[in-house]
């Protein structure tokens, strides 16, 4: 029966088994030799150099270094607001309000547009002369607006609005976590005279944060790949005057663009790094502030 | 809260509290309503901006101060972004790009998650670590190596580097699929083994069918990967005629970047399928989000 059982576990799997040997292990090894060379698709002879790319990246090049900060300012303002901003709605709508439904579609469509739309839609919304924006800011407020995408001072926090527009994704699993919350707690908390912050601190959060946990992480492997609006949005050369060019961006551009496929590949485990570490960092805090007690085990 | 066998006193003093907690509640409501009604108008505004700039005439994109209403409605904007750009041409190469991924998906991914989630054998545990780990990789790690590969074999501009690798399993949907799996009572299959039905039998027949949800929800997700996919075409689609849709709208703004209307008109068109896909599978669609942030492993 055990050696059954592994023909046909190992059969079933082959597919993915395949897949993961040859569209993700092999390459990612591939990729990390390849950091370690100069080649491009034109000249695909590997020419051995070491950590040079390594250096020649963090030590010498201010473009990529300013990339990195330009994701790095991206990273820390977006997910943190995402996730405040995410909460917030869900648990406002978690309130049962009337008209929950309609509400939580309206979040949600934007995330529904393709991205491509979705940067040129805010292209034009916050286009300084025309857009949508500046025309309500001068209608309401008198207030001259700035040039948003087209300023490097606006530029980023830009962005971050536009990532806040399609939070509806998170909304929906914070609401589905919410639903999870057992009644129990919170009668017990009424009974024990909390109020509706007191229970919102010490019962929900808690109860929904490895829900959060979840969107922080992904959140965080997201932002520091953030490409297709931003390349969209500045037709890839990150203006105004780089304040656009994300990590993602200028990896794209040296191995596509400049065929450095060598460089671009260090660029590659460089971010893998960063991503590796972050989320090591966070799963060994994890403990300290998610907690796992509501959780059923299967 | 139950306190009514208590004295006279106590029940009107809860008959009181229940009064002001309902008003308490009806506060709360409205203060969340002051909250979400502005947060849902500026959530649709763009939305309203993109439909209103579509429909307008050239002289009215640039009047000052912009218009929110067209006047006079130009339908004509329609018709003119979809010769402008070969939208058309680009929806048949996506929606046929789609079919096969999806194909692709439905045939790889269910047999995985049951491999992981009904046959008890040795490495199912160590390949579904595997398969979580694979998803925390980032796309620029694999993407440069794999162009070298579909280089070499001679697939770049064609859709293979895009379809194929969708043949050999994807790991959120595997994941995704495995929990649907997990639900399923374990006796209804150790039962069918017992009684000599084949690992096939049992897997097509009975536990397939059990999770048509689940598939069309994957179905859903590769479609909407498909049509919003921007990277993969990029890199590997050269020629204007096997354009998607997504890259097909980023050329058409490269070159006419500054009219607004036919790009509005053209997002719209983007856009719209999606929006009515959504609202035809609406309740799959939560569930599967839902789900992917949820049950532990």
Same mark, same amino acid.
């Given at each position: ?23 993700v ?23 051995? %150099? ?19 900060l ?21 648990l ?23 991205d491509?739309a ?13 857009? %949508? ?25 830009t ?74 949005i ?21 191995a596509?663009?400049?065929?450095k ?7 590659a485990?460089i971010?893998?790094?960063? %991503? ?23 | ?34 909250l ?31 218009a ?6 130009v ?9 402008f ?95 649907f ?39 859903v ?19 204007p ?16 970047g ?34 992917t ?5």
């Amino acid at each position: 029966m055990a050696r059954r059982n592994l023909l046909f576990g190992i059969l079933f799997a082959s597919p993915w088994i395949i897949g993961v040997c040859s569209f993700v292990l092999y390459p990612v090894m591939s990729s990390a030799y390849s950091s370690l060379t100069e080649y491009s698709v034109l000249n695909p002879e590997k020419t051995f %150099v070491g950590l040079a790319n390594y250096q020649d990246l963090i030590l010498d090049d201010p473009v990529f270094v300013r990339s990195f900060l330009n994701s790095l300012y991206y990273a820390v303002f977006a997910i943190p607001l995402s996730i405040v901003v995410g909460v917030s709605i869900a648990l406002m709508l978690n309130l049962k309000v009337k008209g929950k439904e309609i509400y939580r579609t309206i979040y949600f469509l934007p995330v529904l547009i393709p991205d491509v739309a979705l940067a040129v839609v805010w292209l034009w919304v916050f286009n300084s002369q025309f857009g %949508v924006a500046n025309t309500l800011l001068w209608q309401v407020l008198r207030i001259e607006g700035p040039g948003w995408l087209a300023s490097p001072q606006w530029s980023k926090p830009t962005i971050i609005l536009l990532t806040l527009w399609t939070v509806g994704q998170a909304v929906v699993i914070y609401l589905s976590g919410l639903q999870d919350v057992p009644q129990s707690l919170y009668d017990a908390a009424q009974v024990d005279g909390a109020n509706p912050w007191q229970k919102t601190r010490f019962i929900t959060i808690p109860m929904i944060s490895p829900v959060i946990f979840f969107n922080l992480i992904m959140g965080m492997i997201s932002a520091f790949q953030y490409f297709t609006i931003a390349q969209v949005i500045t037709g890839g050369d990150g203006k105004p005057g780089q304040s656009l060019l994300f990590y993602a961006m200028y990896l794209y551009r040296n191995a596509f663009v400049y065929y450095k496929m060598g460089l671009a590949s260090a660029q590659a485990w460089i971010l893998f790094c960063i %991503v590796l570490i972050c989320t090591l960092i966070m799963f060994s805090t994890s403990a300290r502030w998610v907690y796992y007690g509501g959780q059923d085990t299967d | 809260m139950t306190d009514g066998d208590q004295g006279t006193t106590a029940a009107r003093g809860s008959l009181r509290a229940s009064t002001k907690r309902r008003n308490k509640h009806w506060i709360r409501e409205l203060a969340a309503h002051l909250l979400l009604l502005p947060l849902a108008v500026s959530y649709l505004l763009p939305f309203f901006w993109m439909l209103s700039t579509s429909l307008k005439s050239d002289a009215q994109v640039y009047a000052f101060p912009p218009a929110w209403i067209p006047q006079p409605v130009v339908w004509d904007n329609y018709p003119r972004a979809v010769n402008f750009i070969p939208f058309m041409r680009y929806v048949q190469n996506t929606l046929g790009l789609a079919l096969f991924a999806i194909i692709g998906v439905f045939l790889s991914c269910p047999p995985v998650a049951y491999s992981m989630s009904r046959i008890p054998w040795a490495g199912r545990h160590l390949l579904l670590i595997v398969t979580l780990s694979t998803m925390m990789i980032p796309y620029q790690v694999t993407m440069i190596p794999l162009f070298t590969i579909f280089t070499r074999l001679g697939w770049v501009g064609s859709y293979l580097p895009l379809v194929v690798p969708r043949f050999f399993g994807a790991p959120f949907y595997i994941f995704l699929l495995r929990q649907f799996f997990m639900t399923i009572p374990q006796e209804l299959t150790d039962a069918a083994r017992i009684d000599g039905a084949s690992e096939l039998r049992i897997y097509a027949q009975i536990v397939l069918p059990l999770v048509k949800p689940a598939l069309a929800s994957i179905g859903v997700f590769e479609f909407l990967a498909q049509w919003r996919a921007f990277i993969g075409p990029l890199i590997y689609i050269d020629k204007p005629d096997r354009y998607t849709v997504s890259i097909g709208l980023q050329m058409f703004r490269l070159e006419y970047g500054t009219e607004w209307q036919m790009l509005m008109a053209a997002s719209v068109l983007l856009t719209t399928p999606i929006i009515i896909a959504y609202f035809l599978v609406q309740r799959t669609f939560v569930q599967g989000i839902a789900l992917t942030g949820l049950k532990g492993v």
